[in-house]
């Protein structure tokens, strides 16, 4: 025994003395080659340094300068490599630094691989400095990154157990370049958390949190601060970039900030548009805009879409699954004020409130906003309706039409479209200070409809003319399929040209005439108008002229005005007659003309397009 512990003494104190002996050599000018000559062949492979520096005030130390690793077709080159042991758990590895190191992912070269490590190997932190990677559509430079807890297990690059972080200068992906990479995470049971990622484009900042597992993106929170998309060669390039996204990649975002998005295309123009959205979801199978849970705010100095320019625009909105719900929209719009709220889907709109004040529209400038819209919906109610103080053009050569001071009030209004638009239920006013309305002048006209449970009233239709008024009502039943009608008529001084410029109504007179009467029939179809019309029309007439062909006589003349023949030369004569009276017995319309000589009108329409006169 005493042998034995002998022996056992001398092998200790011969391995104490071996590796003083290697400490003291490591810390003289021979501790490169010592390195080369003992280390190195422990090692899988083939690791040489340009120079190798060791203290023996830090024993567990070594630091290798131009370090370069060959294993098999691989090779690994640096500037710098410091490694420190763990001295209570040898050879555990406490830290590992590499600085300078470059890792093509391309395929150019055999792929990387860290299987020639030990699996039982582990480093409780690896450090990364000025480290660059290069893959085949994105390269990342001037990286730094700390991994704790990293082993190698049975993985070819070994995995990390605990908290990683990276930071990259300059990261070029898909033609598009982001500086300023910062990435914080640690691993969880299905991916990885992502407590914090970080970078900038263009001078915009992004940042975001979630979690990360195969399949699926969540962020709990992404905020994107100044971004700027200058011109449409920008927006092509980020589409282009985003394309490449993996398809198969779910991607949530529970909250979402933008602040002061500016963006400049052929299609879209936005300044200092700050958004938050809620419960945002981008799916493979769906179109981005798809959002079936999505609650949003947003507010800009402008955005310009479609041709319209919305100023100082501010909204706030829900998506729940097919239908829109506007908590909140205000904007000011061709110089005057617009607000609505309601909720929105393909099969109904429910508007609670809309407000517009101060515009100046038309049709050229509805026309690209109606057409970007979804289809109508068959049904449509608005709660409140109210339009102040404004102004209507169509200065189409045609039939221009000008009308000012549009005031418009509308409560519990229910539409319907089957063939045509249907006021169901509610109560409408409209008025204006003034129209023109094909070279017709009207002073303050006025509207009032009520309607109920599809039964339609015209209380009252005023429109003022220059010396005269004219003031009509009636009632139309949507319940029925043959949409019986009511109107009355009363007028004083009303123009004789009225009829040509509003309607086109073949009758080439001028002057003025008072009116009387009322009129019956069905609307479903034309044939049931024409064989339904009741009613009955007296006219006189006042000062008037008519134009009309010179060498024939009056029954003639009037005749020829519902003719299709070529119009022949006609002069302006007085027109002979004072009064009119008209009777409509189921479409069989008879009339009679008296003054300086009677004419006698038999007009059957469920017949023939064109009136006997004689």
Request: proline share 6%; charged share 15%; aromatic share 10%.
């Amino acid at each position: 025994m005493r042998i034995l512990a002998k022996l056992f003494a001398s092998f200790f104190i011969l391995c104490v003395t071996a590796l003083l002996v290697l400490a003291v050599l490591f810390h003289t000018r021979y501790s490169t080659a010592l390195f080369h000559h003992v280390v190195s062949p422990l090692l899988p492979g083939d690791l040489s340094a340009k120079q190798v520096v060791y203290h023996w005030r830090q024993p567990l130390s070594l630091t290798l300068t131009k370090p370069s690793y060959h294993v098999g077709p691989q090779h690994w080159q640096a500037d710098r490599l410091r490694v420190q042991l763990d001295a209570t758990r040898l050879p555990h590895i406490h830290w590992l630094r590499i600085d300078g190191l470059s890792i093509d992912l391309t395929g150019r070269t055999p792929p990387p691989s860290l299987e020639m490590l030990p699996a039982s190997l582990q480093i409780g932190r690896i450090l990364f400095n000025d480290l660059n990677l290069i893959g085949g559509d994105w390269q990342a430079h001037q990286v730094s990154a700390q991994l704790d807890k990293w082993q190698k297990g049975d993985s070819p690059w070994g995995s990390v157990r605990g908290r990683a972080q990276w930071e990259a200068k300059q990261i070029d992906w898909h033609d598009l370049t982001a500086s300023d990479a910062l990435l914080d995470a640690q691993p969880s049971p299905k991916g990885w958390q992502l407590n914090g990622v970080s970078f900038q484009w263009q001078r915009a900042a992004f940042s975001a949190q979630g979690q990360w597992q195969p399949g699926a993106l969540a962020l709990s929170q992404l905020i994107i601060s100044n971004a700027i998309v200058d011109s449409e060669q920008t927006q092509q390039r980020l589409r282009e970039a985003l394309s490449h996204w993996p398809s198969n990649t779910q991607v949530t975002i529970a909250r979402a900030d933008v602040r002061q998005l500016s963006a400049e295309t052929d299609h879209l123009s936005v300044n200092a548009l700050t958004f938050s959205a809620e419960q945002l979801a981008f799916t493979p199978q769906s179109p981005w805009w798809h959002q079936p849970q999505l609650r949003a705010s947003f507010n800009a100095d402008y955005i310009r879409w479609q041709g319209q320019t919305w100023e100082q625009p501010l909204g706030e909105l829900e998506r729940r699954g097919d239908t829109w719900i506007v908590n909140q929209f205000t904007s000011q719009w061709h110089e005057g004020f617009i607000a609505l709220s309601g909720q929105f889907s393909p099969q109904a709109w429910q508007i609670d409130r809309l407000r517009a004040n101060g515009l100046t529209l038309s049709r050229e400038r509805l026309r690209p906003l109606i057409g970007a819209l979804p289809d109508w919906p068959p049904h449509i109610v608005i709660t409140d309706l109210s339009l102040k103080h404004n102004e209507w053009l169509a200065l189409s050569p045609g039939f221009p039409v000008k009308v000012d001071g549009i005031d418009i009030d509308g409560r519990d209004l229910r539409l319907r479209h089957d063939t045509q638009w249907q006021l169901r239920h509610g109560t409408l006013t409209a008025s204006a200070s003034y129209a023109s309305i094909n070279q017709q002048w009207l002073a303050e006209p006025y509207l009032r409809l009520e309607a109920s449970d599809g039964l339609v009233n015209l209380r009252q239709l005023l429109l003022g003319f220059s010396d005269g008024q004219l003031a009509a009502s009636g009632q139309w039943n949507y319940n029925t399929p043959s949409l019986p009608w009511s109107f009355q008529i009363d007028g004083l001084h009303v123009p004789l040209s009225l009829y040509q410029s509003w309607f086109d109504w073949p009758l080439p007179l001028s002057g003025f005439h008072d009116l009387q009467g009322q009129w019956s029939g069905l609307a479903s179809d034309t044939e049931s108008f024409k064989v339904g019309l009741n009613g009955t029309l007296a006219v006189t007439l006042l000062n008037g002229h008519a134009d009309v062909t010179p060498d024939k006589g009056w029954p003639e003349r009037m005749s020829g005005w519902f003719q299709k023949a070529p119009t022949q030369q006609r002069q302006s004569r007085s027109f002979p007659f004072e009064q009119l009276s008209l009777k409509a017995d189921r479409g069989h319309i008879t009339g009679i003309l008296q003054g300086d000589t009677s004419v006698s009108i038999d007009w059957p329409i469920y017949q023939t397009a064109t009136p006997s006169v004689r």
